[in-house]
């Protein structure tokens, strides 16, 4: 029976738990109100999504998808670009993007490091080509 007093009310229904540690099989149950808050394995805290063991893949995964997706919308909607036009472009929609909690950005495996660099590359010929006139990939 829980005899508890709230001071102020809480939402109980939005409240998550997250344990972060290296051996996620330990399972703590945590309770407000009389009432178990739900346990999650990631979540997303100001555009950094934390999961349960801080590897920060998920959230390497988002980035460089999202950095994808305004590439192609720059490759889509300026067609005649001067390289500065680009420039510009690129350091506004797409490097500021992948720059952003660049403090989590150190991938410890090299297949997240190859994913990062692709994104550049792939940067790097539409600035080949923007300087030839054209855009294609």
């Known amino acids: 029976m829980c005899r508890y007093k709230r001071a102020f009310r809480l939402n109980i229904g939005k409240c998550k ?8 099989e330990l399972n703590t149950n945590y309770s407000i109100s009389c009432v178990t808050v739900e346990n999650i394995e990631n979540m997303k805290d100001l555009g950094v999504t934390f999961d349960n063991r801080l590897k920060f893949d998920k959230h390497i ?4 998808n ?3 997706q305004m590439l192609g919308i720059v490759k889509r909607n300026f067609i005649y670009l001067t390289p500065d036009s680009f420039v510009v472009l690129y350091k506004a929609m797409i ?11 150190n991938p410890p495996h090299q297949s ?14 539409l600035v080949i080509n923007v300087k030839l006139g054209y855009i294609t990939l």
């Open 17 to 24: 738990a997250i344990s972060y540690s290296r051996r996620p």
């Open 61 to 64: 995964n988002n980035k460089i």
């Open 66 to 68: 999202t950095a994808y």
């Open 95 to 105: 490097r500021s993007n992948l720059e952003y909690a660049v403090s989590v950005l």
């Open 112 to 125: 997240l490091i190859e994913k990062l660099e692709k994104v550049q590359k792939r940067v790097t010929k």
